[in-house]
């Protein structure tokens, strides 16, 4: 079983880790504060430096059969278990990440208390991101009052938190599970929580900025149909 760093510390940048398994191209680590694709967001990449100074980029990062893999190129060979190695995340990228999947949490919130609406997908990426929800329009008037909520939030400074919930309670809430589909697998005993303060609170995975100031600024880039009351707004960060 692999500790998740990131799932308690967002900003860890470098750490050190033991490889306790090698999977084809990829390896195990007894920790990780790379986090891996799923749920919308892009996997971090980054570099993995063994004690004789060899590197392994990490290509990418996955969550299959409840294992962490971590994509290494070049591949690695099995003379790498046991190895003890330091790690470093592509920041840049980690952070623009970071920054938009606040946001999104944000636009998902504003959505359920304003116009009743549940997201049905979204994808984030570094440079833009998506979300798509169930409303019966999404013209001039309403992408313009998400733009201005956004402003706001970013600049009153909310505090981001996590905590941690047994799924049973969890699952009491309906508004922890802001999606049009419950995505947590059965597996899953222990729910984290993200909560935006004053914002939203919801369960989630993934990684984010500690306060909405960190965002920066929100710019909507443009709006689709995707079929009946369902629509899709494209944004980025500034």
């Not at 359920?112 to 998506?130: D, Q």
């Not at 998400?146 to 699952?171: C, P, Q, T």
Request: glycine share 6%; proline share 3%.
């Amino acid at each position: 079983m692999t500790e998740l760093l990131f799932q308690t510390d967002s900003y860890i940048k470098e750490f050190e880790a033991e490889i306790i398994a090698v999977e084809e191209d990829a390896v195990i680590l007894d920790k990780t504060a790379f986090s891996y694709r799923g749920g919308g967001l892009q996997s971090d990449t980054g570099v993995l430096t063994t004690s004789q100074s060899q590197n392994y980029n990490v290509k990418e990062v996955i969550f299959s059969k409840g294992k962490v893999l971590h994509l290494l190129l070049p591949p690695p060979s099995s003379s790498l278990l046991g190895e003890k190695v330091k790690c470093k995340i592509d920041w840049e990228n980690r952070y623009s990440q970071m920054k938009m999947h606040t946001a999104l949490h944000s636009i998902s919130s504003l959505l359920y208390k304003k116009y009743n609406s549940v997201v049905t997908g979204g994808n984030i990426t570094p440079e833009k991101s998506r979300v798509d929800f169930e409303i019966d329009h999404l013209r001039q008037d309403r992408v313009q009052e998400i733009e201005e909520e956004m402003k706001r939030i970013i600049e009153e400074g909310y505090d981001v938190s996590i905590s941690f919930m047994e799924r049973e309670e969890a699952l009491k809430d309906p508004d922890l599970i802001r999606t049009k589909v419950n995505l947590i697998p059965e597996s899953v005993k222990i729910i984290r929580i993200v909560e935006i303060k004053d914002v939203d609170k919801q369960a989630d995975g993934g990684v984010h900025v500690a306060n909405t100031k960190e965002i920066g600024v929100f710019k909507p880039l443009k709006s689709e149909n995707r079929g009946k009351n369902n629509k899709r707004l494209y944004f980025t960060i500034e």
